[in-house]
């Protein structure tokens, strides 16, 4: 793990237990620090707190308070955040059952939502469930049980059903048309080839792990290989290509 994150990390853990005490009985790394895909200036670091008990909005907003990057300077692109209930974590739900979510970075909009209830539905429902399936497999313990006994992991028709929800989502975002380069494009792909990975092979990878194996098995392989070169500064693939893929791994995931 970078050294940075690292050190950062071990504060961020410190801050939360000096908000919530004996209530915080687990944090974990998710993401692409859990993945071992983390990159530094283009990675956000993400983390899910576990607490013993429903938080009280004070103590959602110290928590706030205590993480934001003002307070406590993330050294990636950004945090991504999210506190659950153990169980909460442990339901095995595809249902967002989030206490808190905290976005804050030099290079990210902030954002806290207190409650599901104002989680805008246009901005995805389904991160929550598929992040703890890829806790259950890859979290990263920094606080508490190993995540593979905290976080259950979703039934495979509700894992199928949030996959797509999500391709749905990306789907929806605008692009320019035809093959005119489309940033972001490449992430869409990526994350495609992860979801399809995940599917047909129960495991979870980092985006570029799942793109590279589906690659070298003869899955749209130039398509994937301009996706991974644009993370490293190459040209995007085309809004009307990356659809057309995405398309064709969510007829792919939404048939059992």
């Known amino acids: ?59 959602k907003s110290a928590l706030v308070a205590a993480l934001r990057h003002e307070a406590l300077p993330c050294p990636a692109r950004g ?26 970075g030099a290079r990210m909009p902030f954002r806290q939502t207190l409650r599901v209830a104002d989680r805008p539905a246009e901005d995805g429902l389904f991160w929550y469930g598929l992040d703890r399936s890829i806790l259950h497999q890859h979290g990263r313990t920094l606080l508490g049980p190993p995540a593979a006994d905290t976080f259950a992991d979703l039934a495979p028709t ?3 059903r949030l996959l797509v929800d999500a391709l749905a989502w990306w789907l929806a975002r605008p ?52 996706a991974i070169a644009a993370r490293a500064g190459g040209t995007p693939p085309g809004g009307a290509e990356a659809r057309a893929f995405q398309r064709q791994v969510r007829a792919e995931i939404d048939t059992p």
Not at 187 to 212: F, I, M, N, T, Y
């Open 1 to 59: 793990m970078d050294t940075d994150v690292r050190r950062y990390l071990d504060h961020l853990v410190a801050a939360a237990r000096a908000v919530l005490g004996d209530a915080l009985t687990g944090a974990y790394a998710a993401g692409s620090v859990a993945l071992d895909a983390y990159r530094p200036g283009r990675s956000d670091v993400d983390v899910a707190l576990v607490s013993a008990r429903p938080l009280a909005d004070a103590e």
């Open 79 to 104: 945090l991504e955040l999210v506190a659950y209930t153990a169980a909460a974590a442990r339901s095995g739900t595809p249902e967002p059952g989030f206490e808190l979510e905290l976005n804050t």
């Open 158 to 160: 509700d894992l199928r």
């Open 175 to 226: 692009v320019p048309p035809g093959d005119t380069p489309a940033p972001g494009a490449e992430d869409a792909v990526l994350g495609a080839c992860r979801s399809l990975v995940r599917v047909r092979e129960g495991v979870w990878l980092s985006k570029a792990d799942a793109g590279r194996r589906l690659a070298g098995r003869g899955y749209a392989p130039e398509l994937i290989d301009r």
